[in-house]
């Protein structure tokens, strides 16, 4: 069993910043990729930014320049720092992993219980 724990989220005005964080545990081989996605209500879950372990990064566009991905493989944990945050990004952040659970396994989603990112204007 994987467990995801997130934390970070809360209220800021607009132009402000914050940190989440995501830390996995559990039987975990290795970890194939990390990331971020959110859920505006009504809307669907987007991808925000996404980490390979071997480093490489994505982004959706409107959050590039802003966001910054990155983790620590060691503690398997992954961060995204959010800064000139917009009313726009207010949604239900939710961390993803992809993991093998053995080395000869797939590779398998895993989801955290999301953190709500409230920005004012």
């Known amino acids: 069993q994987v467990q995801l724990v997130e934390s970070g989220g809360g209220l800021v005005q607009a132009g402000g910043s914050l940190r989440l964080s995501c830390t996995a545990s559990?039987?975990?081989?290795?970890?194939?990729?990390m990331g971020w996605y959110r859920q505006a209500p009504g809307k669907q879950r987007d991808l925000v930014a996404a980490?390979?372990?071997?480093?490489?990064?994505n982004y959706a566009d409107s959050v590039k320049g802003r966001f910054t991905i990155s983790s620590d493989n060691a503690k398997n944990t992954v961060y995204l720092q959010m800064n000139s945050l917009k009313p726009e990004d207010t949604a239900v952040y939710y961390c993803?992993?992809?993991?093998?659970?053995?080395?000869?396994?797939?590779?398998?989603?895993?989801w955290g219980q999301g953190t709500q990112v409230t920005v004012s204007s």
């Open positions: 993803n992993i992809n993991a093998k659970l053995t080395r000869w396994s797939n590779g398998y989603d895993f």
């Open positions: 980490i390979t372990g071997g480093g490489s990064t």
């Open positions: 559990g039987n975990i081989f290795r970890i194939n990729a």
